[in-house]
């Protein structure tokens, strides 16, 4: 955190991290706007929406701290923005991530212009990342916690709003974020941490999505096209998933190895690491760069296909028509078409893009 005296708002959350946040920027001299932010109120009531309590704890941050609290409503652009792309993704197949496209489009765009209409030179956030700033460029680094770094919902940021940017909590752990809080008596300090898409709650994902889509029920069928039970909504099924399938008897669980969109059919295999689970390269799409250029390619580095996962050495290679192969020296259990890949040089995070072909959907692991 290079400049102090300067003008900061912080999105404040409700929970530990962006308490912390705060008072760090605080205790650097920087004067500190907080704002909290809804996004999402299409049928909020008290069983699902936390946002009422997360905003009373946002408050009681504040008066902590004794700095002003805003808040704004983002509801109608998450809308527009982040959540009719996640329908459209989860019509045709796809499992996507909305957290990414939240981050692009609302946390590090929206908010940062409102920020600036306050007259805010940067905007800070409670993730576990960190920003190294270059004479033209910035680069966007993980977190110390590996346990915590959330680059990987970061990579699609702009280079003016990394630049525009604070991360305070980069060099810190988790375990180190709730032992300020607890020595600055902050009321959340041991508040838990959020988990899953943020307007789904604790209700089930396959209702909240049934609201919203239709599905149509079909076969399941092993890979020598035998029929072994019946789903009732590809849209609700995903690569790689056990649970939920309805498939009992003898031997090893059931996996979800294919989706085919065409037939209405689910394919499943039994066992946790059948062959048609894995893949050894995929293609990627709708990339983004954190440089703002695209890296010359070939390119050797490392790559993660799902959150927390550990680095897996990779090739990227042109792809044609904007996209690209990423070729892994070991294959991969799960690739889920929908689901970001992002690309690493050590520390340094590269970009990432959307995952949208594997080897184990268009061979279904036969060959």
């Known amino acids: 955190m290079p400049h102090a005296n300067q003008h900061v708002v912080v999105g404040l959350s409700g929970g530990v991290d962006s308490a912390v946040t705060a008072a760090l920027l605080l205790e650097h001299g920087y004067d500190v706007t907080g704002l909290f932010m809804k996004n999402w109120e299409e049928d909020d009531d008290e069983e699902y929406c936390s946002a009422a309590v997360d905003l009373a704890d946002a408050r009681s941050v504040c008066d902590r701290l004794d700095i002003e609290l805003r808040t704004i409503n983002f509801s109608h652009e ?22 990414i496209v939240c981050n692009r489009e609302i946390k590090f765009k929206e908010f940062l212009e409102y920020a600036r209409c306050l ?10 990342a960190g920003i190294e700033r270059g004479t033209e460029t910035v680069r966007l680094l993980r977190g110390r916690d590996w346990n915590k770094d959330q680059s990987y919902f970061l990579h699609a ?20 974020v709730r032992n300020r809080a607890r020595a600055l008596n902050l009321p959340v300090h041991e508040k838990k941490d959020s988990t899953g898409i943020c ?25 020598s096209e035998r029929v072994i039970g019946q789903h009732d909504g590809l849209n609700f099924h995903t690569i790689g998933q056990r649970q939920g399938l309805g498939i009992g008897g003898a031997g090893d669980p059931w996996y979800v190895v ?21 893949s050894t390269w995929l293609t990627a799409t709708e990339l983004s760069w954190v440089s703002g250029e695209a ?6 580095c490392t790559a993660k296909i799902r959150y927390r996962q550990t680095d897996q050495a990779c090739s990227l290679e042109p792809g044609g028509n904007e996209a690209i192969y990423v070729r892994f020296t070991s294959p991969q259990r799960a690739v889920t078409p929908g689901q970001a890949v992002v690309f690493y040089d050590g520390d340094v995070c590269l970009g990432g893009g959307t995952i949208l072909d594997c080897e184990a959907l268009r061979k279904m692991g036969c060959e």
Not at 78 to 99: A, I, M
Not at 157 to 176: G, I, N, R, V, Y
């Open 157 to 176: 940021l702009s280079q003016d709003a990394l630049q525009s940017s604070l991360f305070p909590l980069h060099e810190w752990s988790k375990t180190e």
């Open 258 to 278: 294919r989706k085919e969109m065409e037939t209405n059919r689910l394919y499943v295999a039994q066992g946790h690491d059948h062959r048609a689970l894995f």
């Open 295 to 300: 890296p010359e390619l070939p390119r050797a």
């Open 119 to 128: 007259g805010a030179s940067q905007i800070a956030t409670g993730h576990y």
């Open 199 to 223: 307007f789904i709650g604790e209700r089930r994902f396959k209702d909240f999505l049934g609201k919203y889509i239709q599905s149509a029920p079909g076969q399941i069928l092993d890979l």
């Open 78 to 99: 998450y809308w527009e923005r982040v959540f009719t792309g996640f329908l459209r993704q989860y019509e045709s197949g796809l499992t996507p991530n909305p957290d």
